[in-house]
């Protein structure tokens, strides 16, 4: 198991991820670690330079100022147990024996130079060996003498040692503090790609109302948490309304069906003929195979306005005229049962929407508000608000719904105890709320000034 955890932790892309960003800032480090290194080294080398050639000059000008003597003790002070040990200086005759200074003898190297910069080997008079290569400046002095006068590199040296070692362990420093961070942030990582897969295995089982955990810190995973459980939501709430659908369907349904084969069998009981109980019969059953086939064309609409799939086209259309259609078709029927339909409807421009859905759902309210108010009016509103919203309002005089019915209203199949006795199937509002919803307007039932039902459908400002 231990091993299984490395090879996924390891395999994280978060991990790939954290060692390729080790690997450039290493690089990034390397780099500018190795730019230190350079610029510090030169700069030593060119303080070396300059403190040599002013050595030079100042014994030159003892020199000339005191003589070979003066020049001599100068020398022996210098390089003796109180000079600085790291200093290398030597005076010699025409000859170049020693004079003077810490080197056993003239370097070969600069035999032959008259004045200038020289790389050379030598041994000191102590007998050690100079560590690496010394560079030194050499200068004639009038009568022939020689002067040299360099610098021992072990001083250098220790100090490259120790820059490359500090810039060593920085940069050892930073790779394993940037695999640790890598580690870290890939297990962490790990663990909440390790819930969501749980709780996603949990769901596919059928445990639907589980959800992507959410840490609150509102990173990607906690945004990508929330817009997934919006979706759960929303799967959640179709499962259960098919399931509702499904119920509501068998319920409502098996009265219809039993009367249909009831009346069937009683015309085929009756047997053939053209006696007006017959004819009855089979008008009857013709008439229940059209309310059922008008229930299954209303749940088909109401799916295909609640899916919102491509294939409902939307495009800008007069809305008031499209309601103004409607409200003259309903006119009549209005006029049958001793209602007047008033209409309001002001000029609210092109809303973006279906046609087909739109005139369906205003038929409905209507078809809605003429089946239940025996007496009164029927008011229609079209107005557009401030915001650019549109407001289509259908309201009427008949006994309403009561505030704890209206939510439930909405779905499918519900009708409330007072229209039992009424045709119908329960389906009139559930395809306006499926439209509203393909729309993405807001549906509102409320009380009416008018003593009924007020349904408020506000259409959102058109996107600038």
């Known amino acids: 198991m231990p091993t299984t955890k490395t090879t996924r932790l390891l395999r994280t892309s978060t991990f790939r991820l954290s060692l390729l960003y080790v690997c450039l800032f290493g690089a990034s480090v390397l780099v500018l670690l190795a730019f230190i290194y350079w ?25 000339r100022a005191r003589g070979i003597r003066q020049l001599v003790a100068v020398i022996e002070e210098r390089s003796g147990p109180f000079g600085d040990s790291d200093s290398i200086y030597l005076l010699a005759d025409p000859g170049f024996r020693p004079l003077a200074g810490n080197l056993s003898a003239w370097p070969r190297e600069a035999i032959g130079m008259e004045g200038g910069w020289v790389e050379i080997s030598a041994r000191r008079a102590s007998g050690e060996e100079a560590r690496g290569t010394l560079r030194a400046h050499t200068f004639v002095l009038p009568g022939d003498f020689r002067l040299l006068v360099g610098r021992d590199p ?45 709780t996603g295995q949990r769901i596919v089982r ?32 179709l499962m259960t ?61 109401i799916a295909r306005a609640e899916s919102g799939k491509a294939g409902i086209a939307m495009a800008p259309l007069d809305l008031r005229a499209a309601v103004a259609d409607v409200v003259e078709l309903y006119a009549p029927l209005a006029e049958e ?7 309001a409807l002001d000029d609210v421009g092109a809303v973006t929407g279906h046609g087909q859905f739109l005139s369906q759902l205003v038929a409905n309210l209507l078809d809605n508000a003429l089946g239940y108010t025996a007496e009164g009016r029927i008011r229609v509103g079209l107005t557009r608000e401030v915001s650019g919203a549109v407001r289509l309002t259908v309201e009427d005089s008949g006994p309403g719904i009561p505030p704890a ?15 039992r006795s009424s045709g119908g199937s329960g389906l ?26 007020l349904v408020c459908v506000s259409f959102p400002p058109p996107a600038e």
């Open 337 to 343: 049962k001793g209602l007047a339909i008033e209409a």
């Open 428 to 453: 009139g509002l559930s395809l306006v709320a499926g439209v509203a919803s393909l729309h993405r307007a807001a549906l509102v039932l409320d009380e009416s000034p008018l003593g009924g039902l």
């Open 39 to 63: 610029t510090t080294v030169r700069v030593i080398d060119e303080q070396t330079e300059a403190t040599i050639e002013a050595e030079v000059r100042g014994l030159a000008e003892q020199y």
């Open 241 to 301: 309304g098919l399931r509702t659908v499904t119920d509501s369907v068998a319920h409502d349904l098996r009265s219809p069906l039993t009367r249909l084969k009831s009346r069937l069998e009683l015309a085929l009981r009756d047997g053939p003929g053209e006696g007006q109980g017959h004819r009855a019969a089979l008008e009857r059953a013709i008439a229940e195979t059209d309310g059922i086939l008008r229930t299954f064309a209303t749940l088909m609409e």
């Open 405 to 419: 019915e209206r939510e439930r209203v909405l779905q499918r199949f519900v009708r409330l105890d007072s229209s």
């Open 154 to 198: 072990r001083g250098r040296a220790d100090f490259e040692d120790l820059i490359l070692e500090s810039l060593g362990g920085a940069l050892g420093i930073t790779l394993v503090l940037g695999l640790l961070g890598g580690l870290v942030m890939s297990r962490r990582m790990l663990r909440r790609v390790d819930a969501v897969r749980e």
């Open 206 to 237: 059928g445990d639907l109302s589980r959800r992507m955990p959410v840490t609150g810190v509102g990173d990607e995973f906690d945004r990508l948490s929330i817009t997934v459980n919006e979706m759960l939501d929303e799967i959640e709430t």
